[in-house]
Nanobody, 121 residues
Framework: QVQLVESGGGLVQAGGSLRLSCAAS????????MGWYRQVQGKQRELVAF???????NYTDFVKGRCIISRDNAKSTVFLQMNNLQPEDTAVYYC???????????????WGQGTQVTASS
């Protein structure tokens, strides 16, 4: 059973930055792809970025050029550096463990509790 704990969220002004962290335990972290999702209340959870077990990265269009996903396998931790945050980025951000196949990221049913990111105008 994989357990994920996110941290690093907070309140920033538009244009500010945050670095989210997700510590994983259980399972084999280095073998899994890892993803970051976000969810606005009342809307579906959406993929923000993912990083494969080999370190390849992919970003959704709405964060390209503003976010960097990275991982530290020795610490079983995945990060999401978010820059130039805008009010529309306000959401709860979730970490996820998954797999990568055929150009797509597939989420396993393992989720953290989420961390709130709020960017004020």
């Amino acid at each position: 059973q994989v357990q994920l704990v996110e941290s690093g969220g907070g309140l920033v002004q538009a244009g500010g930055s945050l670095r989210l962290s997700c510590a994983a335990s259980g399972g084999t972290f280095s073998s899994n792809s890892m993803g970051w999702y976000r969810q606005v209340q009342g809307k579906q959870r959406e993929l923000v970025a993912f990083i494969t077990s080999r370190g390849s990265v992919n970003y959704t269009d709405f964060v390209k050029g503003r976010c960097i996903i990275s991982r530290d396998n020795a610490k079983s931790t995945v990060f999401l550096q978010m820059n130039n945050l805008q009010p529309e980025d306000t959401a709860v951000y979730y970490c996820n463990s998954g797999t990568y196949s055929g150009g797509h990221y597939y989420a396993y049913p393992y989720w953290g509790q989420g961390t709130q990111v709020t960017a004020s105008s």
